[in-house]
């Protein structure tokens, strides 16, 4: 997700440091870096238009060009449009007053909406409501029939409709009169869709917005389409208003000009991303974590989200305190390690991690997963390899201590150094993480365990 991008935007940075001084003149070379870069990554013209246009004026202020660090200044500013340009903060769904929330699902063929219904389904039950699902996509029995499947998978009931029942709206209010009926408490209606936008199809749609007053009219997208993914959320938000977008295959997306554009565009939050076939392969989408991610100070906070998933809270709390904390030793660096190492899913969590240690040497070369085992495992042997004195305090490794734990390891100086260099470039990013007042510090802060996230 949004790897080419991230990699051209930290390349302008890096470039930007390396002058030393911001001038107008390198400040204009680096806007127009990251206008192309924009653009390469199938962004919006328009919405190109309008960031560069807002991250210039802010950057070529008098007080940035005379601050301190103005590279950072300038880091900030286009962090800062970044999330705006992506919705500035992440965007719930919305439950109705009384019971059963109705959530209308719809898109054009292939979009990905039976996938993301079940995976909405899933996500729902998970945060501890009881949704039901019906597919009214009565021109194709197949399409009613998979989401029958996914509903088994996701332990959602389904309602499936009698003989008599051959219109879409008969199906949707069963279902609903259903939902009432068993105290289910979102009714998510997977609808049917068409290769292109069609009056009969729209004429179906808000025959079902009508009588059910759904509380949200989800437009699911597949972000490999770019920039078509964003017309036709535009064309179903003027002829039926939508009320929010998933944007599916994220996983398959590389450039990421759709979930870049889709907000500006048509004015409506992008909710949630599909990130994979599976019915857990759905995220919610947080303009701040992304935008972080993009510019490579890796989403930290996604990350601790899933580490609470898959370890203990003792654990993730220690984490969490370790990541605030400035005493970040390499135990911490190892046991951090071990943590993503259990978590299994690894893809993904590495797309999470800041850009250093050797997760980012991984990244680079695109190692596959078992390589990427290997290495961890390479890591943790070497961290248990030194004496307690030497994790704590790093400082006291020298050479004839370096020779001594590549043996006890079974790696060579060379690994040890490479290691202690990553450890201490990931120190330094935790330190910046949590000096950067404000931002991630006081957010880690305020969030409260569990319950996350704290925004
Ligand atoms: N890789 C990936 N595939 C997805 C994702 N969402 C849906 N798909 C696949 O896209 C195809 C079409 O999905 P489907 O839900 O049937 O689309 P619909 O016609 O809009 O209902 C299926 O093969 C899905 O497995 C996603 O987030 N990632
Ligand atoms: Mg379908």
Redesign the pocket.
């Known amino acids: 997700m949004f790897d080419n991008l991230s990699d051209k935007l930290q390349r302008v940075f890096k470039n930007l440091r390396g002058e030393g001084k911001l001038t107008a003149a390198n400040m204009e070379e680096a806007l127009r870096e990251i206008r192309v870069a924009l653009l390469e990554a199938d962004v919006h013209f328009k919405v190109v238009k309008q960031f560069i246009e807002q991250v210039k004026e802010k950057a070529m202020g008098e007080d940035v060009l005379t601050a301190l660090s103005p590279t950072q200044q300038v880091i900030k500013i286009v962090r800062d449009e970044l999330t705006k340009m992506l919705g500035s903060h992440q965007s719930r769904l919305r439950f109705a007053n009384e019971p059963p929330t109705v959530i209308l699902i719809v898109?054009?063929?292939?979009?990905?909406?039976?996938?993301?219904?079940a995976k909405l389904a899933r996500f729902l039950a998970k945060e501890g409501n009881k949704p039901q699902l019906v597919s009214v996509?009565v021109y194709r029995p197949a399409?009613r029939h998979?989401l029958s499947i996914l509903g088994k998978n996701v332990n959602t009931p389904i309602y499936e409709g009698t003989a008599e029942e051959t219109k879409p709206l008969e199906l949707a209010r069963s279902a609903r009169r259903e939902a009432m009926q068993t105290g289910r408490d979102v009714l998510l209606v997977?609808t049917a869709?068409r290769q292109h936008i069609d009056e009969q199809l729209m004429q179906e749609l808000h025959e079902l917005k009508d009588a059910l007053a759904p509380t949200e009219i989800l437009f699911?997208a597949?972000a490999m389409t770019g920039q078509d993914a964003v017309r036709s959320a535009d064309e179903f938000h003027k002829r039926l208003g939508i009320t929010g977008v998933i944007l599916?295959?994220?996983?398959?997306d590389a450039r990421g000009g759709a979930a870049l554009s889709i907000r500006s565009i048509t004015g409506q939050p992008l909710k949630f991303?599909?990130?994979?076939?599976k019915t857990d392969?759905?995220e919610s989408f947080y303009p701040d974590r992304v935008a972080s991610r993009i510019l490579g100070m890796g989403d930290v906070l996604s990350l601790i989200d899933k580490v609470q998933e898959g370890i203990d809270q003792k654990t993730a709390e220690k984490m969490q305190e370790k990541l605030l904390g400035d005493d970040f030793t390499l135990e911490d660096f190892r046991d951090q390690i071990k943590t993503v190492r259990k978590l299994g899913s690894l893809g993904g969590l590495l797309e999470m991690m800041p850009k250093v240690g050797p997760l980012k040497e991984l990244k680079d070369v695109k190692l596959n997963e078992q390589d990427t085992q290997k290495e961890i495992n390479k890591t943790v042997a070497i961290i248990d390899s030194m004496t307690p004195q030497e994790r704590r305090n790093h400082m006291i490794i020298n050479g004839a201590r370096r020779r001594r734990i590549a043996k006890g390891s079974g790696t060579t100086v060379q690994d040890v150094n490479n290691l202690l260099k990553q450890y201490s470039q990931a120190r330094k990013m935790m330190k910046s993480f949590t000096s950067q007042a404000g931002f991630l510090g006081k957010k880690l802060a305020k969030m409260k365990l569990p319950g996350l996230p704290g925004f």
């Open positions: 898109g054009l063929q292939g979009s990905g909406k039976t996938t993301s219904t996509d399409a998979q997977d869709g699911v597949d599916t295959k994220m996983d398959g991303v599909g990130v994979g076939e392969a759905l």
